[in-house]
């Protein structure tokens, strides 16, 4: 077993050997830019982006024509809200989303706030999950467009997708997903789902990292967008750009090899995920699951060590690579904002760890994730009069701390 352990495969993935052999000569022999349309080198350019095109579009339920190729999915995220708020802004001003968002999403709401638009937080449940009836209840005659994740990067929790989107359709308002953690992951259709953009980017998917895509609607409706970037009239005029084309034939790959693999890779990762949440719930107490217990990322598993630190853990068992809960970026120290927003206290919060099981994860890796973080959790909270309180059933809640 190859140490250190990688279980954080919701901030990348390893790129997949496969998917490295297809993109090789696209550095060397066949280097042509894909825009160059007047000799050979351009033409076979072109070729392997349009194949790319098609193969991320097929993933997705889309046609290649609706895919514009980006350089990753904060870029496609601010394009399909940026690009639909000042396109349809003569239409209205109202945006609804929800507070359990990427930061993608979120920044570039709060900036669109400065200008003007009007953005609805939906209230998330204790599992991260939205109520139906108060998005029903949210549209306005200024609503342009629902901006709802696939599935949560942190807590793994599914947003229904179908039924949003069957409600935006009623109402005439566009539907964006962010689909990164989503795609490959969970049965997407655009069509089925009634989604009219969509952004998700190769390094979730074991393809390159500096390579996204936005699927954006041709047909009932056309969506229209102001592009962000301009020069050159590239990606249907929405993004301007000499097109990353090793990167873009990656992407094909990987979404291909994700589109093909996908059930028996669900099953792989439900199974190494269902067992690391038995292995340490069935050796320690005060273990709390964040996130929809069955709707869910088939590789998501974030739990919070009650009476631990979570950088503590993670410092713990170094020899395992997971992210912390406690912080959302770096430079904070601040809980996360989305176990805040499902009503998670901050003494949880701070404790939760994130594990992000993946394609290349083993049986044998979980089994030694499971020794380890039992080791290390009983190690700290041996050192915790708080959890030798709670184990004599005090609640510590009720205790007032304040000194005399």
Known sequence: MRKPIYLDNHATTRLDPRVLEAMLPYFTEKFGNAASRNHAFGWE????????????????????????????????????????????????????????????????????????????????????????????????????????????????????????????RERGVLFHTDATQGVGHMDLDVEAMNIDLASFTAHKIYGPKGVGALYVRRRKPRVRLTPLINGGGHERGMRSGTLNSPGIVGFGAAAELCRVEARSEREHLVALRDRLRKGIQGELDFVHLNGHPTERHPGNLN???????????????????????????????????????????????????????????????????????????????????????????????????SAH
């Open 45 to 168: 350019a072109e070729e392997a982006v349009e194949q790319a095109r098609e193969q991320v579009g097929r993933l997705i339920g889309a046609e290649a024509k609706e895919m514009l190729f980006t350089s990753g999915a904060t870029e496609s995220d601010n394009l399909a809200l940026v690009g639909v708020a000042e396109f349809y802004k003569e239409k209205g001003n109202h945006i609804i989303t929800a507070p359990t968002e990427h930061k993608a999403i979120l920044d570039t709401c709060h900036m669109l706030e400065q200008k003007g638009f009007r953005v609805t937080y939906l209230d998330v449940d204790k599992f991260g999950s939205i109520d139906l009836n108060q998005l029903a209840d949210a549209f306005t005659d200024k609503t342009i467009l629902v901006s709802l994740m696939a599935a949560n990067n942190e807590i793994g929790t599914l947003h229904p997708l179908g039924e949003v989107g069957r409600l935006t």
């Open 303 to 401: 739990l919070s060590f009650a009476f631990v630190e979570g950088e503590s853990l993670i410092m713990g068992i170094s020899d395992i690579a997971v992210s912390s809960g406690s912080a959302c970026t770096s430079a904070s120290l601040e809980p996360s904002y989305v176990l805040r927003a499902l009503g998670v206290g901050d003494d949880l919060a701070h404790s939760s760890i994130r594990f992000g099981i993946g394609r290349f994860n083993t049986l044998e890796e979980i089994d030694h994730t499971i020794k380890r973080v039992v080791e290390v959790v009983s190690r700290l909270r041996e050192m915790s009069p708080l959890y030798e309180m709670a184990q004599e059933g005090v609640d510590i809640k009720t205790i007032n701390w």
